[in-house]
């Protein structure tokens, strides 16, 4: 079964930092979405794009992030100057039409000391 | 706002039912789903149900919508220890822009489910 792909499984970094948390979403699929997860809390929506811009972001989405599709299989979220409560599960996820089930990758975990 | 409420905690013995149960704010959800999540993995769809519907079924998971009291319920018939997990209850919001759809999910805080041997 086609599945999203995340790497790298965990990021350790620096507080001022940036990293990049790259993903591969399912070939045919169009949506493309990055949702956190704080240790305890719930999972949160980040932000959804499609065709190469973004459709919808929510607050915690700031411009210190930003994502990017910069070829035909890669989607990407930058963090461009990480903060202690950046540390979170990042969940990349995919789906062929919008309103279609969510198909997520099994996350990145970031650590940002 | 849209929020999603589930208990935290749900203990069973193997080969008992589980029952994991939600309750959700938004009216307007069109579909509602289930995840589960190991330890240290990512998020699993088990099942969704669409919001017109009342009840569906897959193999041992029974899913159960009471949309007059916004209520979501997962039944786990014959629990094995491999279904210890946290699952979580989502609804989704839709929304258009640029002509096209696209979604957010809400979710849960999850209910971590312990099977007892």
């Known amino acids: 079964e086609p599945e999203v792909t995340q790497t790298p499984s965990h990021q350790v970094t620096q507080m001022g930092q940036e990293v990049i948390l790259r993903c591969v979403p399912i070939?045919?699929?169009?949506?493309f979405y990055w949702y956190r997860q704080i240790l305890g809390q719930k999972v949160e929506f980040l932000v959804s794009?499609?065709?190469?811009?973004?459709?919808?972001k929510s607050e915690i989405f700031d411009d210190q992030f930003s994502v990017e599709r910069p070829d035909g299989s890669n989607f990407t979220l930058k963090i461009r100057s990480t903060k202690l409560e950046d540390s979170a599960m990042y969940f990349c996820a995919s789906t062929r039409q919008g309103r279609e089930k969510l198909f997520f990758g099994s996350g990145t975990q970031l650590s940002v000391l | 706002g849209e929020d999603v409420e589930q208990s935290l905690f749900l203990s069973v013995r193997e080969g008992d039912s589980s029952v994991i149960n939600c309750t959700y704010t938004?009216?307007?959800?069109?579909?509602l789903y289930w995840y589960k999540q190991e330890p240290g993995a990512g998020l699993q769809l088990l099942t969704y149900?669409?919001?017109?519907?009342d009840m569906k079924q897959d193999q041992r998971l029974t899913v159960l919508l009471n949309k007059k009291d916004k209520h979501l319920s997962l039944r786990i018939a014959d629990t094995q220890t491999g279904d210890s997990a946290i699952y979580f209850c989502?609804?989704?919001?839709?929304?258009?822009?640029?002509?096209?759809?696209?979604?957010?999910?809400?979710f849960g805080k999850g209910t971590k489910l312990s099977v007892i041997p």
């Open positions: 070939s045919n699929h169009l949506y």
């Open positions: 989502a609804e989704s919001i839709s929304s258009y822009h640029s002509g096209a759809g696209s979604y957010q999910l809400t």
């Open positions: 938004d009216s307007s959800s069109t579909y």
């Open positions: 794009f499609y065709n190469n811009e973004i459709s919808e």
């Open positions: 149900i669409f919001s017109n519907m």
